[in-house]
C-alpha cells in the first residue's frame, strides 16, 4: 500500500499523457527478445511463485474460521494484492517512459541513475519517494521471501533452521551483489525472470491438487477455473520456452 501511496504521487509529478498511456495499456506490443524478458521479470516480480506456498500455510493457519470463510477472505486478499501489485508495475513504466523518454533520456536504465536524474527533472520530494518505494518494497520481498523459506522447509523438506540464519542466507546475496560492484539493476531484473520460471512449478501441482475431488470435496474447482488456469500454465510455460530459446541463442 504505501509503494502504490508513492506511485500516485510520483504520477503527479511525471505528468504521463493520459491518452497515450492508455493506448499502450489496451494496445502493448512485444516487438524484440528484451521487451519479452522485461515483460518475464514483471510477471515474476508480481505473482511471485513463492507466495503461493505462503498463502497456502497462511489458509491453513487462520484461527478457527471456517472453511467457506478462508476462502472469501483469501480470494480477497489476493484480488487487492494482484490489483495493487499490477498498478505499482503499471506506475512504474508509465513514469519512466513519461519522465526519463520523452525528455530524451532513455539512457537511464539503472536505479541508481534514475534516482539521481529525478531530482533535476521533477524535482528533490519524487527522487526521495522513489527511494523510499525502494526501501518498502525490499523490506516487504525480504520478509515474504523468509517466511516462504520457512514454510517450504518445515512443511516439504521437515527441517528448520534458527530465525537469524534465514534472515542472513535471504539477506547475503543482496550484499555480495553491491560489494561486487555489480550492476543491481540487471541482477534484480534477472532475478524475477527466474522467479518467472517458477511460476509454473507452483501453479502446476495447486491445479492438480485443487482439482481433486478426493482431496478438495466440495470446493474442488469449477470448470472454468480449471481451464483458466490451464491456458495461464500455457502462456507461462511458452514464454518460458521462449525465454530459454532466445537465452542459448
Not at 518475464?40 to 507466495?51: D, W, Y
Not at 478457527?64 to 505499482?88: N, P, Q, Y
Not at 539503472?110 to 525490499?138: D, N, Q, R
Not at 495461464?232 to 532466445?246: G, R, S
Request: net charge neutral.
Amino acid at each position: 500500500m504505501l509503494v502504490a501511496v508513492i506511485y500516485i504521487a510520483e504520477l503527479f509529478f511525471a505528468h504521463p499523457v493520459g491518452g497515450e498511456m492508455m493506448t499502450g495499456l489496451l494496445t502493448p506490443s512485444l516487438t524484440d527478445s528484451r521487451q519479452i524478458y522485461l515483460a518475464a521479470g514483471i510477471l515474476g516480480a508480481t505473482v511471485m511463485p513463492h507466495v503461493i506456498y505462503l498463502h497456502s500455510a497462511l489458509f491453513k493457519n487462520s484461527y478457527g474460521e471456517s472453511t467457506k470463510t478462508r476462502l472469501r477472505s483469501t480470494r480477497f486478499d489476493v484480488l487487492i494484492a494482484m490489483v495493487i501489485a499490477g498498478f505499482v508495475n503499471i506506475a512504474i513504466v508509465a513514469m519512466a517512459a513519461a519522465v526519463f523518454h520523452y525528455s530524451g533520456n532513455q539512457h537511464v536504465a539503472e536505479i541508481e541513475t534514475a534516482y539521481m536524474t529525478l531530482t533535476p527533472l521533477v524535482g528533490k520530494a519524487a527522487s526521495v519517494l522513489f527511494g523510499v518505494s525502494l526501501i518498502a518494497s525490499g523490506l516487504s520481498s525480504t520478509v515474504v521471501g523468509t517466511m516462504a523459506g520457512q514454510v517450504v522447509m518445515q512443511g516439504f523438506v521437515c527441517f528448520s533452521i534458527p530465525m537469524w540464519v534465514r534472515r542472513f542466507i535471504t539477506m547475503a546475496p543482496s550484499f555480495v551483489v553491491i560489494g561486487l560492484g555489480m550492476n543491481t539493476t540487471d541482477i534484480l531484473v534477472m532475478s524475477q525472470v527466474v522467479l518467472s520460471f517458477g511460476i509454473a512449478l507452483a501453479i502446476i501441482p495447486l491445479l492438480i491438487f485443487t482439482n481433486s475431488e478426493r482431496l478438495m470435496g466440495e470446493f474442488k474447482n469449477n470448470k472454468w477455473v480449471s481451464y483458466a488456469g490451464m491456458v495461464i500454465v500455457t502462456l507461462v510455460l511458452a514464454l518460458n520456452a521462449y525465454l530459454m530459446f532466445t537465452l542459448a541463442a
